[in-house]
């Protein structure tokens, strides 16, 4: 069965510097997802993204923030500089999507666990 | 925006016993009621889920229950085992939109031997 993945696993980074996740969605999905997940918190939506533009995004997801679909596959999640409180697992999400009719099943990638020093 | 409430926090369960689970939404709009089990350090892994034409469903030892009058559904597992001690969310999408997910806040199932 084909699966959302997110590289690297784990980044570990100094405060100040620029990250940059990196999710492959499943092919055939159009409609992807950032979210966030601070240690032993809820999970938080960051930013959706369609048609190559983002669609909506939270009070959370600042000017810091930008996503990308650079060449059809990954879909990528940059921090420009990174604050301590940017540490959280971060999971990618995506949708699937056939003629116009979309299912609202979300799969989620197994996260990146970003910490930052 | 969607606000989805989630009780109790923590909850302990002998095993074979049942476990109930209870979410309230705040936007009327919304139409889709995922639950996600989360083990320690791996990704939300969709369990069952259920949509608003529809009151109960069921999968083997899961079932969810949605009132949309009031606004609030609940998760149900019955004769547990140690296997589903995990952190369980709810969560809510709206059609009207980029379906994003809001999520509870969680509840950590502990099944106790």
């Known amino acids: 069965e084909p699966e959302v993945t997110q590289t690297p696993s784990h980044q570990v980074t100094q405060m100040g510097q620029e990250v940059i996740l990196r999710c492959v969605p499943i092919?055939?999905?159009?409609?992807f997802y950032w979210y966030r997940q601070i240690l032993g918190q809820k999970v938080e939506f960051l930013v959706s993204f369609y048609n190559n533009e983002i669609s909506e995004k939270s009070e959370i997801f600042d000017d810091q923030f930008s996503v990308e679909r650079p060449d059809g596959s990954n879909f990528t999640l940059k921090i420009r500089s990174t604050k301590l409180e940017d540490s959280a697992m971060y999971f990618c999400a995506s949708i699937y999507s056939s003629g116009g009719a979309r299912r609202n099943e979300q799969f989620f990638g197994p996260g990146t666990r970003l910490t930052v020093l | 925006g969607e606000n989805v409430e989630q009780h109790p926090s923590t909850l302990s369960v002998q095993e074979g016993d049942s476990a109930v689970i209870k979410c309230t939404y705040s936007d009327s709009a919304s139409n889709y009621f995922p639950w996600y089990k989360q083990e320690l350090g791996k990704r939300p892994q969709l369990i069952i889920d259920?949509?608003?034409?529809?009151g109960e469903k069921k999968d083997q030892r899961i079932a969810v229950t949605l009132n949309k009058t009031a606004k609030h559904f609940s998760l149900h597992i019955t004769e547990t085992q140690p296997e589903d001690s995990a952190v369980y969310f709810c969560?809510?999408?709206?059609?009207?939109?980029?379906?994003?997910?809001?999520f509870g806040t969680g509840t950590r199932l502990t099944i106790i031997p």
């Open positions: 969560a809510a999408i709206s059609n009207f939109g980029n379906e994003k997910l809001t």
């Open positions: 092919s055939n999905h159009l409609y």
């Open positions: 259920i949509r608003s034409n529809v």
